[in-house]
């Protein structure tokens, strides 16, 4: 017998759930870049994704990518709330997916990303999609469960 919100360790649901947040993270920051940059004529690159030094805020392309990585905070919190669907694994899959973008900059530069920029933007990425995910799930889980089929006259 199925119980709802059975606390049930699922590894395949989690595993899942986790490829499907890291797939939302690169298609959903490579769609704003793509739209940003044609809209301020920047240069498309992988290096905008994973470049720890193309997030210098002095140049105007580094505050097209600070942009890009904001409005991906968003949609990160709404692919929370339609992925996750609870406010108390928020925090645990946000980490994970910045956590996994930084071992992929780590690979891609070869190097550990060591600009203070960087890691100032994925910090506060990370507790955006964090606060705004547990927000948009816990107005969920708070939604009244209608109790119909019941008898009106007791």
């Not at 199925?2 to 049930?8: E, N, T």
Request: charged letters at 10%; one cysteine or more; proline letters at 2%.
């Amino acid at each position: 017998m199925a119980s709802f919100r059975s606390y049930v360790w699922d590894p395949i649901l989690i595993i899942s759930q986790m490829l499907s947040m890291q797939t939302v993270f690169y298609v959903s920051l490579g769609f704003w870049l793509i739209l940003i940059d044609n809209i301020s004529s920047t240069n498309k690159s992988l290096d905008q994704i994973f470049n720890h030094q193309s997030l210098d805020i002095s140049s105007g392309s580094g505050k097209v990518i600070l942009v890009a990585f904001m409005l991906n905070s968003l949609t990160g919190a709404v692919s929370l709330w339609l992925i996750v669907r609870r406010s108390k694994q928020c925090w645990d899959f946000a980490i994970t997916v910045h956590i996994i973008h930084l071992l992929a900059c780590w690979v891609y530069n070869i190097r550990f990303p060591s600009t203070m920029t960087w890691w100032l933007t994925n910090i506060s990425c990370a507790a955006l999609m964090t606060v705004l995910g547990e927000y948009l799930c816990m107005r969920s889980e708070m939604k009244a469960i209608p109790v119909s089929g019941g008898r009106a006259d007791l």
